[in-house]
């Protein structure tokens, strides 16, 4: 008997250990926290939205970001994914000037890629007559504004993170940028609804469009203001050298962000062109609770790059694929566990959006179930991204968005919103089975939450 308890008492130690050191877990603590003052901000922010600004504006308002999103995408031009790669090897090199220059370049290419999208943007939107998107060319013309601030925003965000600040941030993009987000919405609710203010007239559709950009733009000076502290207080022992950017690997980093960004909104771009603005919203609302379910994945994606770059150096300078276990399985049984505690809930709170809202349940539960497959992956995108084995994950892409186009197609008009999100769920199925089999093809190891020992 004192065996067994002895037993018991040494495993319940060797767990604590286990736990203690988990680097996931001492770093998602702290923005986990983060993430939930931030979740309570967005969702007032997108409640004030949908609840003072109505359905229709909403639904108009998703359709629109959405489309922002895919031409940031496009204007980042990969400074994003090569900030994460470049930056923690620059800042552990003391290469101070390196980390400057680099963040130049990227400035200069950005805005003459904002340039050339918005252009071209403006172009298709008013020449020719896209379905769901040219009647809403005015505030097309208008959410130019959030192109440009969202590329900005993005850099300096990934620039941050690759620097190892997660948590200032997190601060920044989970608080104080839905904070002024919804005090935003607020103040031109309030002015756009008073007679004796713009001759009474309610253009609350352009009032979303300008707070989201205010509220980016905000973001992107605290950032900057962030990195310029964190850059300062580099001691700079790198020497003064000539730094060579070529373009190749901002193509390759373009495409997989641009493949990214179609294979989780390729299904609301589509369902935009074949239903109406209020079941697009009703749509957004459902993504943006499942995206709560895989907030442990989100919060793990601000430090992977940081821990796989560890490892490897841990590991001689090789690469160490068997640490894919461990986060499997934290990621894995972090979402289901919060799976658990929400969906029953779940009803209830998409009824504070509406009545309407409420039919998005199965959409939820369907992206429920897609996140809880990513996590079990361990983090292998981001594994090959920091390898400099993209290819692996950009064919995975072009197959995973080539299904989910075809399949939308057919279930859209079948099934609506409950369609798109099926095709979706498909297509990131066999996404993360490509990448397991690269995996072991690569390493020999087959990655799933359920082992208990590394193999």
């Not at 390898?387 to 892409?397: A, C, N, P, T, Y």
Request: charge should be positive; charged fraction near 15%.
């Amino acid at each position: 008997m004192n065996k067994g308890l002895l037993s018991i008492w040494q495993r319940a130690g060797n767990n604590w250990y286990i736990l203690r050191d988990d680097f996931l877990l001492k770093r998602g603590l702290p923005v986990m926290l983060i993430q939930v003052a931030g979740l309570i901000l967005s969702f007032g922010g997108n409640l004030l939205l949908a609840r003072l600004y109505g359905e229709q504006v909403f639904g108009t308002y998703s359709l629109i970001s959405s489309w922002v999103a895919l031409l940031s995408a496009l204007a980042m031009f990969g400074m994003d994914d090569l900030h994460v790669v470049k930056l923690p090897s620059l800042e552990l090199q003391h290469r101070k000037q390196a980390i400057l220059a680099q963040l130049r370049w990227s400035l200069k290419v950005n805005v003459l890629a904002i340039s050339v999208v918005s252009i071209l943007f403006y172009f298709l939107v008013h020449t020719f007559k896209l379905p769901g998107l040219s009647p809403y060319a005015y505030y097309v013309n208008i959410s130019l504004l959030m192109i440009c601030a969202l590329t900005f925003y993005n850099n300096f965000m990934s620039c941050l993170r690759a620097l190892d600040k997660v948590v200032r941030g997190e601060v920044t993009d989970k608080i104080i940028r839905p904070l002024v987000f919804a005090l935003a919405i607020g103040a031109f609710f309030y002015a756009f609804t008073r007679p004796d203010l713009f001759g009474g007239k309610k253009d609350l559709l352009t009032a979303a469009i300008v707070s989201n950009a205010l509220s980016l733009f905000v973001g992107a000076i605290l950032l900057l203001l962030l990195i310029k502290r964190k850059v300062g207080g580099i001691r700079d022992t790198g020497g003064i050298q000539k730094e060579a950017f070529p373009i190749a690997p901002n193509l390759r980093y373009m495409a997989l962000t641009l493949l990214y960004l179609l294979s989780i909104r390729l299904d609301i771009l589509l369902l935009g062109t074949m239903a109406g603005a209020v079941e697009v919203g009703h749509y957004n609302v459902a993504i943006k609770f499942a995206d709560i379910l895989s907030y442990p994945v989100i919060i793990a994606n601000l430090s992977l790059p940081a821990l796989f770059s560890r490892q490897r150096h841990d590991n001689g300078g090789k690469p160490a694929p068997a640490g894919a276990f461990g986060i499997a399985k934290s990621l894995f049984f972090q979402c289901l566990v919060l799976g658990a505690i929400l969906l029953p809930a779940s009803t209830w709170i998409l009824g504070w959006y509406g009545k309407g809202f409420k039919d998005a349940f199965p959409v939820l539960c369907i992206f429920f179930l897609s996140g809880l497959a990513t996590a079990a992956t361990g983090g292998i995108e981001t594994f090959f991204i920091m390898e400099g084995q993209e290819s692996k994950v950009i064919f995975g892409r072009m197959i995973t968005i080539a299904l989910i186009a075809l399949l939308a197609f057919i279930l859209i008009p079948l099934w609506g919103a409950p369609g798109a999100a099926i095709a979706t769920l498909t297509g990131n199925l066999i996404y993360c089975g490509l990448l397991e089999f690269f995996f072991y093809r690569e390493y020999g190891i087959f990655i799933h939450p359920f082992t208990r020992k590394k193999r």
